[in-house]
């Protein structure tokens, strides 16, 4: 069993995302073995980019601050290496093409391999284009991770016959950030996924709290969270690593609910 399908076969997973390098190096390191002590099966670990199309303002403005402490993607590999010194956690990148074209796809996926990064998701690049990075990434063994969006319903069959690892459904049309409601019917999009893939479906984008993650958690494999742990690292800052345990224990409670 792979580790990222072994995040998802007790309960219903929690995955947490952070930005590498917010505040700083050492704390990023910090922030996700405390994540995994308080119970995060999967943590999403994004690579900071000057424009990242997808975020909302919580995450844009995690980026240009790691950014200004110089994190370079070479940063993040060793946040991986030293992640990877005390813990077998699952860790997927969440990153935009250009960081992983510059420095050089088979460069790239070949340090993931030697470090252990299982997963990359990279939400710029459509499906149709997946292949540029899919056998590369395939080859040193890192799935690449689908999103399956509410607009995707035409495609979830192509999409999902595709997928490995397992598949981010988006659960709100715009960008990431916290959102007091959901209002996609997310039954209705998971259902018509089932009916086509066994991976393990995990729902992100927008949840923020116990109840939401409650909900979620009745009805999909994993629950994503990222802007609402990033909102903590801006407030924080260094001083964080025991609020973040906090939040994530009671999410993960409450999407086993």
């Known amino acids: 069993m792979s580790k990222i399908a072994n995040a998802f076969k007790d309960d219903t997973a929690f995955i947490a995302f952070l930005t590498a390098g917010d505040p700083t190096i050492d704390k990023t390191v910090e922030f996700i073995l405390a994540m995994e002590e308080a119970g995060c099966d999967l943590v999403e670990i994004g690579i900071p980019f000057s424009d990242p199309m ?3 303002v919580v995450i844009q403005d995690a980026n240009v601050r790691a950014l200004k402490h110089n994190t370079t993607t070479d940063d993040v590999f060793d946040i991986v290496r030293r992640v ?6 699952p860790l997927v990148f969440l990153t935009y093409i250009n960081p992983v074209f510059f420095y050089g796809y088979e460069k790239f996926f070949k340090r993931c391999a030697e470090l252990g990064v299982d997963g990359i998701i990279t939400p710029d690049v459509p499906f149709e284009e997946k292949g540029e990075i899919r ?3 395939r080859e040193n063994g890192v799935d690449v991770i689908s999103l399956i969006a509410p607009t995707s319903k035409q495609r979830i069959q192509m999409i999902a016959n595709d997928a490995t690892g397992f598949i981010y459904v988006v659960s709100s049309l715009g960008v990431t950030g ?4 959901i209002k996609t019917d997310l039954n209705a999009i998971l259902s018509d996924i089932r009916e086509v893939t066994d991976l393990p479906l995990a729902v992100g984008f927008g949840i923020n709290t116990p109840e939401q993650a409650s909900q979620i958690g009745k009805i999909a494999d994993g629950v994503i969270v990222g802007s609402a742990i990033v909102k ?9 690593t025991e609020h973040i345990s906090e939040y994530v224990s009671s999410m993960k409670k409450a999407a086993n609910e």
């Open 135 to 137: 056998d590369i990434a």
């Open 178 to 181: 916290m959102r007091s409601e």
């Open 54 to 56: 997808a975020e909302g």
């Open 232 to 240: 903590i690292i801006e407030k924080y800052g260094e001083d964080a």
């Open 84 to 89: 990877r010194e005390k813990s077998d956690i």
